[in-house]
């Protein structure tokens, strides 16, 4: 391929765009669907972060307000999180809209993410939200389509096609050049998203490999879109078909497949509910042992075990409290029956999750969307890190109250009257720590998978302009 | 006159025929009709599994739940047990209704868990629990009857009508026919009768067939055909009006496709973000915060305060005697109760900030008819976010009819037998209803009326 010939088309093909109306109204319309979709995802996202910082420093105050407590109200007291928003959910909200924003931590038990904004939501929750990345995965290939559809047809179709080979240019330059030329007006969209990563780099919050990433993944699909566009192009019979046939595609790929992939995994797998978990931990804990019930064979047998090690007769000449430490026991139990249920449910959504990024590679739509909530830091994966983070906050805080609980409130009088109360100062230094969102390396895994699945899209779709080039080239 | 009515009575039969072959020779409309035809039949069978799973889940929540009540019960020794205890422990099922038609559009049904538990602790802090599904499964959208009777009905429209005038054009016979044809207006209506027809059908029929298989009530089906109908009638007019015959087949697809995207798509999605922009809702996790704290407050506070509000609902009580030990349920139960009692306003106003946002929704089908069918489908499945609530209200009044039925034996010390244990009330929801007429007839009429007008004007124009 001869770079001026190829560079001589792709110029041809913008002049000509230039000069028809239609074409000038549909991409005015895309550009400004993309800009009011950045413009309102980026009032979105400051002000979910600007409530969620306001929280979280309620909550904070709250915690730090606390007067001398007995450790076992602070226990009761709990703490709450709020979710942080990620830097890139101004591109891709992900899983935002529909996972639960706010967790409660307290002793005894794990609650349920609350607050999702899509529980608080309008009938106009079914129509989806105009995110960038929605933009750029849907509403651009449809633009990309109206463009690129007479790419090649128009030529066939005016018999401008055997006049171009016969005057020198070559199948493969003029398949080339249409694709590319098509190719550079849907990056164009991505300038959003670059100017997005270049912000990026210059705040502490961004992390622009992140941004690297998203950037290589849109420029991948975009491509893809633009190479399926000119080959249909260059088969159709007429420009008609071809749009057609690009239109029946787009429609399945973007509004139709997603939505069925989504509903067979779910169906398919079928995960228990929230209460349903709920139920069972309480079953399974009642069967483990009751710490109130003296004659519980479980107790029993600590109490015993911990009499032995340190060598005394009765709770009461223990060094410490044995009540705290028994709260220590229970605390551990349920967390490990909590952490095994909540882990079940989470390996099945896990699952549904693994299924739907399989069917993707039927369909690179869905690969992309795996791609930039996963890039973004916006993905199932990355709400289930920041569930486990705020259980292991919620456990290390419990525990840190409980043993204060041990050493610093007497048995004696804990039995009788839990009157008793330690310093504020020391039961508000109970560990509880800050969210720290996983760094790339942990969006990895899936990254490279949906990642994988682009590149063999893209590998296709220029061997199929390869094969469409040749085609061409016999005359037909 | 009779002969000649006969006569042109099967010259329309046969000019159906004609236009029925004509668009099934049509490869790509063929092929689109099936689609939708297939995909209305996946849709029903999704909508209606997802209905049969939450009514299995509620039913094995309630069946779990009540053999607690049952090992519980079965616990209390002769002389009773300890009614506050027995309340603090035991949850009761508080579950979603769904009433026959509520598989048309699943609407918040797939967010809200289908059962949640309530005990006799403070409502507040139980009332948004609950998770219901995995949330990136979720990003896609519902499959469900609604979604294709709003996105994929009108898609259809265009793919079979677009070029009804400019494929008569392009191929040359235009002229021939509006040479021979002294109604070639007519002669367009009714091709696109037959196409608004077939589509109707590949929607419909499926809907139909189950109805008769389940033995549904036929009123809503009427209702979801008119609508369908209505909501047909406005998109051919629309696309009608958008492809002349002037113009090539190719840009009045394009055309029509952008019509469908800017109304089905856009339009709605950017209502979404100006109203969570303009009625934001922190409302519900601030609750949850005011909530803890009033709890954890009442424990360093002097019982006697939590009392005085605690008598302001519940007058009867204020003869007991004071509680001077440091704890006793009766005041556990109190403090609770008055965190919910400092909460009401806030409630309300969450309550009336999420109805806002649903009425600034509704009023948005001025500016898209897709709105207007989603929201009127949702409507009759009692997929909105009124149900949820109105639940929460009748979840409100079960607790409280909890708490009355467990405050005797609390404040005046009674021990519970089992049987008294096992009296305590259950919570019933009422029906889900289908209430169809309710508002959203105005924007239906608004619809109907631009149609018409729309169809009118191009009457004038030839």
Redesign the interface.
Known sequence: MRLPVLMAIVRTQWCRWRREQ?IFW?TS?SAV?LL?SVA??L??ST?QMH?RN??QA??EQ?WHS??D?HPH?VV???D?V?KPVQFFARWDW??E??????I?LEGHRQ????????????????????TPA?VVQ??VP?LMI?LG??SLSFERENGLLTQLLASGARASELVFGKFLALYAVGLVALLPLLALVLWSVFIPEGNSMRGGMLLLGYAGYLMICAAVVTALAGLAKS??GA???C??LW?LAC??M??????V???HW??P????I???A??RLKKLGDSHNPNDPYFAAFQEKTLRKYGVKRVEDLPFNYGGLLMQEGERLTAQVFDELNGNVQA??AL??RW?RQISWLNPLMAI?IFS?AAAGT??AH?MHFLRASEARRFAMVQALNKIHTEQISFGNDRN???ERVSAKVLTNAPRKNYQAPSVSFALPIVAHAGSVLLVWAGLCLALLRLVARRIGRGQ | MTRDSAFSLRRFGTLVQIELSLLLRERLCAAALLGVLLCSVLAIYQGDSQIEQSRLERERVLALLSAQQQQRAEAISGEGADAGELAYYTFYPASDSAHAWSFIALGNRLIEPAVQRIRMLGLQAQLYDGQAQNPENAVAGAFDFAFVAVFLLPLLCVVLGHNIRSSERESGRMNLLESTSPHLGSLMSLRWAVRAGCAFFAVFLPLIGFAVFRQLSLLPLFWVGLSLCCYLLVWIVLIDRVTPASISSAENAMRGFMLWLALVLVIPQVGQLVINQRLPSALGKQIALAHRQSVANAWDIPKQESFDVFFRDHPEWKDTPPVLTRFHWKWYYAFHHVADMQLVDRARAYNENMLARQRAADYLGFLSPSIVLQSFLERMADSRIERVIKKRAEIKNFHAALRQYFYPFVFEERRMSASDFLGAPAFKNSEATDNVFAHGWKYALFWFVAACALMGRRRLHR
């Open positions: 239609m549909i319309a669907i009011c309102l995802n009032q979105q002000a409530e306001a929280l309620a909550a709250d606390q007067p407590r109200r009761h007291f709990g709450f709020f992900g899983v809209q529909y996972a639960g924003t706010s409660y609650n349920s993410a609350n607050f999702s904004q899509a529980a608080q939501s309008s009938s106009l929750q079914q129509f989806g939200v105009l929605f849907v509403v449809l109206f559809f007479a420009s008609y749009l057609m046939s239109l029946a429609v509004i139709a997603p939505r069925v992939a989504s509903f995994t779910r169906h079928h995960a509910s929230w209460v349903e709920e139920i069972e309480e079953n099945r959504y549904q999750n739907y969307r909530m993905d199932y709400h009257d839990r009157n």
